[in-house]
């Protein structure tokens, strides 16, 4: 009865695994077909007769991937840098120290929550452009233009928030005695104990800044600072007769997530496993 | 509480506070703003109208055929989302085997881009594509996933859903962490089957996080849109335009900022009524209500 139940536990998850990879293998097989072979075989063929990397080849001299693999990684790392730098320094007045408008502006930072970013993004496009921040006033100022309006956001400062409030006050109180003000304690004190916290943040910042579409489609002019949403959507409609090529951009393109994934799964089971911190 | 720690204070929250200044509270009230002159005949001499965007948009069947989509869509996704991770999430839980292979590889399509998830549905979906070979199989017809406007939010909705199991089951499996280990073993006593074993503790247990699953997961099915971006382009017969699709349509297309913004506010006001809803369904006996 018990190993019969654990069977079907396995079965079941098995199945749900077998699903969430399947439309990405079903990729990489047509990825991986050659120009004789029919794409659309009737029966369709999983494992392709004949292995060829020609269209990952072709896709890599027809369009800059790697060069939109460079700009995604200078777009997510500086929005992970700008997001664990300002995150902690506003989170750490909310969580250590009093003082005049505080709960006003905990609530101001709570409402910015409320309010998905696809209502305010059309005058979020007008100021960037008037702060010149779109690649047209050059390469840096597009890069800005991609990370400024993400620097910050108010789930990173409620989660530092709360690892700062889990530190004791005895710790600080003793680095006061020993006449530190309150950015060395920030700095020399607090900052490295909550870096668990900032780890996750920086990952999941990263994630997400890597995926994100919908703003850097509206603010590229360039295709020298596309991303790879954008190159991989921009790539997906201008060869969209080819789906060989389609494939192969698309699997090139996941290929640096999936790695930053595995290297750093634990982080991301961490929270589900027993044995870790008890919340 | 002296003026010079009040001071420190904003110092250290400077920094982020000018980030969402420009970039989060001005263009908030920018919207609002914009959402009451018209755009529409003269991009750069806009007219004052006061409410008539709204009233504009109101009368427009093609705007509350959008929301309609809209609706359509979370109702497609939501359940599904708040359900079916749980009913994972539990399973994992269980002592098996194998857990973190399991817990990485449903969770692998939450870090790769909607992009190309959204790609690879496509292909999928395309007339001669797999789904469609599994259907012949199975001696159903084929379909046209998304070009035929009765199936094409089904086959979007999909594409979400996937996307989003792996995302909620690991919320769900933290969750699942706190419920004390003690009251399971006193209904095991009993004799009580997995079902009611979970029902009876679990669910209400961990009834806060499916609260936020459902707020989370309602007010992103609210503001979907690279998935229709990327396969449908709110078609066919725009029976996949959602709000988002239209507000951006409006605005980055026609360039009828008015319109767009009122949208926007609109949208603004749908997503704080589900939260507002969410709390009310889930904690009414907080609020005594």
Partial sequence: MKILKKLSIHIILIIVCILSLVPFLWLLSTALKGRSENIFAYPPVFIPKEITLENFKQVLKLVPIVKYVINSFIVASSTVILNVILSALAAYPLARMDFKGKKITFFAILATIMVPFQTIMLPVYIITLKLHL?????DIAGYLGMIAPFAVNAFGIFLLRQAFLAIPKEIEESAVIDGCN????????????????LALLAIFTFIGSWG???????????EKLFTLPVGINNLSSAFSSDYRLVAAGSIISVIPIIVFFLALQKYFIQGTNEGAVKG | MDLKKSLGAYLFLLPAGIILLIFFFIPFFQTVYLSFFDYSKDVYNPVFVSFDNYIALIKSPLFIKTILNTFFFLILCVPFLVIFPLFLAILINQNIRCKNVYKVLIYLPVVISIVVVAIAFKWLYAPEGLLNFVLEKLHIAPLGWLSDPKIAMISVALVTIFKGVGYYMMIYLSALMSVPKELYEAIDVDGASFFKKHTVITIPHIMPMIALV?????????KVFVEIYVMTRGGPLNSTKTIVYYIYEKAFENLDLGIASA????LLFIVMGFSILNI???EKDKYAI
């Fill in chain 1, 182 to 197: 309150s950015f060395q304690i920030f700095s020399k004190l607090l900052f490295p104990m909550v870096k668990p916290t």
């Fill in chain 1, 134 to 138: 779109i690649d047209s006033y050059g």
């Fill in chain 1, 212 to 222: 994100e579409f919908l703003w850097p489609s509206i603010v590229l002019t360039n």
């Fill in chain 2, 280 to 282: 009310f369904v889930f």
């Fill in chain 2, 214 to 222: 459902s707020t989370i997961s309602s007010i992103s099915a609210l």
């Fill in chain 2, 263 to 266: 949208g926007a506010v609109i």
